[in-house]
Nanobody, 114 residues
Framework: QVQLVESGGGLVQPGGCLSL?????????????MSWYRQAPGKDREWVAL??????????NYADSVKGRFTIARDNPRNTIYLEMNDMKLEDTARYYC?????WGQGTQVTVSS
C-alpha cells in the first residue's frame, strides 16, 4: 500500500525554525515530483513548494509567500522529502501536507505563536 507520512510539526515562536519530513512507502518505482501544501483554518489548501524529479539537486520552486524562508529537499534512497522552515511568521500556521502524484499524506500541524 502506497502512503505518505508527514512528521515534524509543532509549536514555534515567530522568527523561529522548524523542519518537516514526509516519508513515502509502498512505491515500486522512483517517485517523481513531490510537493508541500498547507491549509490554514477557514482557508483553501495552498501550494507551498515543489521539488522535481529524482536526481541529485532536483529543481525546486516556491510560493512567493515562503520564498527565501523555506527550503524543500529530498533524500531519494529514503524516499523522503523535507521542508526546512526559517524566519517563521504567524501566517505560516497551518496543517502541512505532502503530495506525490494524486496521493496525499495525513498532514502535520504547524503553529506559529508567541
Amino acid at each position: 500500500q502506497v502512503q505518505l507520512v508527514e512528521s515534524g510539526g509543532g509549536l514555534v515562536q515567530p522568527g523561529g525554525c522548524l523542519s518537516l519530513s514526509c516519508e513515502a512507502s509502498g512505491f515500486t518505482t522512483s517517485i517523481g515530483d513531490m510537493s508541500w501544501y498547507r491549509q490554514a483554518p477557514g482557508k483553501d489548501r495552498e501550494w507551498v513548494a515543489l521539488i522535481i524529479g529524482v536526481g541529485v539537486g532536483g529543481v525546486t520552486n516556491y510560493a512567493d509567500s515562503v520564498k527565501g524562508r523555506f527550503t524543500i529537499a529530498r533524500d531519494n534512497p529514503r524516499n523522503t522529502i523535507y521542508l526546512e522552515m526559517n524566519d517563521m511568521k504567524l501566517e505560516d500556521t497551518a496543517r502541512y501536507y505532502c503530495r506525490a502524484y494524486s496521493l496525499w499524506g495525513q498532514g502535520t500541524q504547524v503553529t506559529v505563536s508567541s
